[in-house]
């Protein structure tokens, strides 16, 4: 079933794939093929092959429950939230938070993933920051 | 002679305090990364691109730290296989049928220092072959034209599900999606926007460092989320290292074993889409079949089912770079991560390269000679260090690879939208691996996408439409019959393959018992 779901997203995609591809702006430069052909094949194979799950679908995969499939949304809520609070709250501050968070629901105490949190933020910040120089970035605060 | 020459002044190169530094800097956190379930060679080189390309080291060094991470993690791989019966990557599997008995016997010092020791054996002799074999097949390069190149870009995608898939419908898809993805931008050729949807973020295309860090890295840290809650990857100090040195007689007993696995290792290797799982894999059953007929030692801690695999997976890493380097055609993840380097770096991998490049190619392989030597001075007396590592719990050490993963990423870009990318990246990427879809063609599709339509239509445009150029010569044909080979066979025989690899691992599920 999994298999057929995808292979009707994948068919989806396909055709919203080849429909962009038609709308395409053609520029002064035009070579024999075009800057649509390669995406039109391109398309094409998405499609047939998400032809080929629908008729033939392989085993059904492993998925995760219920509370195992929520962690990982609010995992992954979380961390575009942290993608977001990077450049308003600056690296220290919103790492402290998102490494926590990780450590937390991988089953640390929440007190410690707290520990945890800071200790990984001030690390990276220290070794990347400034021992490597890397540009972080950077909060109200500088940091 | 004029190699040794070329290679002399690589090793000036990859001899420089600085270039010297990097490499053990690399041979050390790629086995920390190999050593770690999960994190494998191509994980590790993803995390650390960012990281040093944004560090602003030039091209020859930054390919040094990463080809050093490269086969620092592929030695890695065999330290939790021996240790905890689980492989740090998927071609140190092989290990864990005589590595882990040989653990419980006691003798977990002498099968990792020994394991060590078949790693440099496999990997040392397949870059000498890599130095002998590559620059022939560079003579290959004048009969490449724009079509022969599309051929060899579709020969790559063909092969690259691998000789064990058994759904080349999903590789293709993934390959797809990656050529797909690579078309975002602006046409190289006439300028046209394209999937760009008047988005500014889109304009300059999708980076494939952020591709590449989300799909590997990200997706790793959401499998972690869903499988491993909780505790350690070891449950601490349940196997003694002993004697770390093992007996010169057991090194002797097992050089032919050693060589064997080389040879076939560096065979598979060098053919696309076999890979180091399959060489460790060959290389171990031959071992069974030559040494041990009535199955009386090998799974119970026989020292030569240690030394077999190992040499065959590294020596199939080391061929795996011949393709990639010669053909730009990469064999494995790791080597389609390793090419992604090179684009980075404005280098085109290819018949091109030994001639137009050869400082760096040959800086590379120098680089690549010295891993091998750090890593085996390394691995044996720092054993114990490696093994602690193992005892870090995951639920602290993965947010750790998620954060290095931002902090790379956003270091090179600056883009809070470029991060959110990534997040998006990792996401897609937990749902094909649970789709069983290999996210190394999305991977190949995005960094080889551009070259691959730049050739088509070079290719037409010189034959002025006419699609039969693509069958124009010999060479071009030839390439077709080994695309469609390498597509086709693996729907013939990869069952069959996938079948007693499986096989093997459930005899090392009753070994672990």
């Not at chain 1, 609070?85 to 490494?99: D, K, N």
């Not at chain 2, 304009?203 to 790793?220: M, N, Q, T």
């Not at chain 2, 349940?238 to 064997?260: H, N, Q, W």
């Amino acid at each position: 079933m999994s298999d057929r779901i995808f292979g009707i997203f994948g068919l989806a995609l396909a055709v919203f794939y080849i429909w962009a591809a038609s709308i395409i702006k053609d520029s002064f430069m035009v070579d024999v093929v075009g800057p649509r052909a390669f995406p039109y094949i391109v398309g094409t194979i998405i499609g047939i092959c998400s032809l080929y799950f629908i008729i033939r679908p392989d085993e059904e995969p492993n998925w995760p429950h219920f509370k195992a499939f929520s962690e990982i949304v609010f995992a992954a809520a979380v961390m575009f939230l942290y993608c977001l609070a990077l450049p308003e709250l600056g690296f220290l501050i919103s790492t402290v938070f998102a490494t926590a968070y990780l450590t937390w629901r991988l089953g640390t105490e929440p007190l410690w993933s707290l520990v945890a949190g800071a200790s990984t933020s001030v690390g990276i910040y220290v070794v990347f920051h400034l021992i490597l120089g890397l540009a972080l970035a950077e909060g109200p605060l500088g940091f | 002679m004029e190699i040794l020459s070329l290679l002399a002044d690589g090793f000036a190169v990859a001899l420089t305090p600085q270039n010297f530094f990097l490499a053990v800097v690399g041979c050390f956190l790629g086995t920390l990364m190999g050593a770690l379930p999960g994190l494998g060679p191509a994980n590790g080189v993803a995390i650390l691109i960012p990281i040093a390309f944004s560090m602003g080291l030039g091209p020859t060094p930054s390919l040094i730290l990463l080809v050093s991470v490269y086969y620092g993690a592929m030695y890695g791989g065999r330290i939790s296989s021996i240790l905890l019966n689980i492989p740090g990557d998927e071609p140190a599997m092989m290990t864990c049928l005589d590595g882990y008995p040989m653990a419980k016997k006691g003798m977990a010092g002498e099968a990792l220092s020994l394991s060590g020791v078949a790693s440099f054996v496999g990997a040392f002799f397949a870059t000498c072959g890599l130095v002998l074999l590559a620059p022939q097949l560079v003579k290959i390069a004048l009969l490449f034209g724009p079509a022969e190149y599309f051929v060899l870009f579709t020969v790559a995608f063909a092969t690259l599900g691998g000789i064990s898939s058994n759904n080349q419908a999903k590789s293709a898809f993934a390959a797809a999606l990656g050529l797909g993805i690579a078309m975002i931008g602006s046409d190289s050729q006439t300028g046209s926007q394209r999937f760009t949807f008047d988005h500014i973020h889109l304009y300059d295309g999708i980076d494939f460092l952020i591709a590449i860090v989300g799909l590997f890295a990200l997706s790793e840290v959401f499998i972690f989320l869903e499988n491993h809650r909780g505790g350690a990857v070891a449950s601490s100090g349940e196997v003694k290292i002993g004697r770390i040195m093992p007996d010169f007689g057991m090194i002797k007993r097992c050089i032919p074993s050693m060589a064997r696995g080389t040879g076939l290792g560096f065979f598979a290797g060098v053919l696309p889409g076999a890979g180091a799982s399959l060489g460790s894999f060959l290389a171990y059953s031959l071992e069974k079949q030559t040494v041990d007929r009535d199955g009386k030692t090998f799974g119970k801690g026989d020292p030569r089912g240690v030394a077999a695999p190992e040499a065959g997976n590294n020596a199939a890493s080391g061929g795996a770079l011949v393709p990639m380097l010669a053909l730009g055609v990469p064999g494995s993840g790791t080597t389609a991560v390793l090419l992604a380097v090179l684009l980075q770096l404005n280098i085109t991998p290819g018949p091109l390269l030994f001639t137009k490049n050869p400082d760096v190619v040959w800086g590379l392989i120098a680089a690549l000679f010295l891993a091998n030597f750090i890593l085996l001075a390394m691995n044996i007396p720092l054993v114990g260090i490696f093994t602690r590592v193992l005892m870090v719990p995951t639920r602290i050490l993965m947010p750790i690879v998620a954060m290095i993963s931002f902090v790379g990423i956003y270091s090179i870009t600056g883009s809070s939208f470029d991060v959110m990318l990534m997040v998006g990246f990792g996401i897609a990427g937990w749902v094909l691996r649970k789709l069983d879809v290999s996210l190394v063609p999305v991977i190949l599709g995005i960094l080889l996408g551009n070259q691959m339509e730049v050739n088509l239509r070079r290719a037409m445009t010189i034959s002025d439409g006419d699609w039969m150029v693509l069958f124009g010569s010999p060479l071009a044909i030839i390439l077709w019959v080994i695309a469609v080979t390498g597509f086709v066979l693996p729907m013939v025989m990869g069952r069959r393959i996938k079948k007693k690899m499986e096989a093997a691992r459930d005899e090392e599920a009753f070994v672990g018992d």
